[in-house]
């Protein structure tokens, strides 16, 4: 019979090692409460296999591009699809503009959608894809 005392215990550079992290990512994630605090203390403290897990899905949204405050919403337990968020009056942000024919256009604004650059090119190039297959069959059927 297993007991908690018994699950593998991490040092802070283990753990860094394990996840790919440096020692101070993970001490900036646990000061941002995107990651449990150690357990014990001081000299004594010590991560287990929920703070592995934590940061392992900590680093896999970061690499999707989630922004640090998404990440936070969702370890929270905000809804995957959060609903749209009024801007702040005297914040600025910067929508992109996507043209794909006259009248029709998509407005992005990748902050706050949590989208990287190489995830904005994605989704253009996946657009203006289905856009072009739309016309074509269009074109097709009305022939």
């Known amino acids: ?9 991490h ?7 394990l996840t790919g992290l440096t020692p101070r990512t993970v ?18 403290a010590y991560y ?3 703070h592995l897990e934590q940061l392992l899905q ?17 370890r929270a337990g905000a809804p995957d699809d959060p609903a749209p968020r009024a801007s702040k ?3 600025v942000e910067v929508w992109s503009r996507l043209t794909l024919a006259d ?5 992005l604004e990748p902050g706050r959608a949590g989208l ?3 995830q904005m090119r994605r989704l253009v190039r996946r657009f203006t894809e289905a856009y072009r297959e739309v016309r074509s069959n269009d074109n097709k059927e009305s022939s």
Do not use: F, N
């Open 1 to 9: 019979m297993s007991s908690a005392d018994d699950a593998p215990q």
């Open 58 to 74: 900590v680093r896999r949204w970061v690499d999707a591009g989630l922004s640090l405050e998404r990440i936070a919403e969702l």
């Open 116 to 118: 990287s650059a190489e």
């Open 11 to 17: 040092s802070l550079e283990s753990l860094a090692t």
């Open 27 to 44: 001490r900036y994630y646990i000061q941002q409460g995107l990651v449990d605090r150690p357990l014990g203390e001081k000299r004594g």
């Open 48 to 50: 287990v296999a929920q």
């Open 103 to 107: 009248g029709l256009e998509v407005h």
């Open 89 to 91: 009056p005297g914040s």
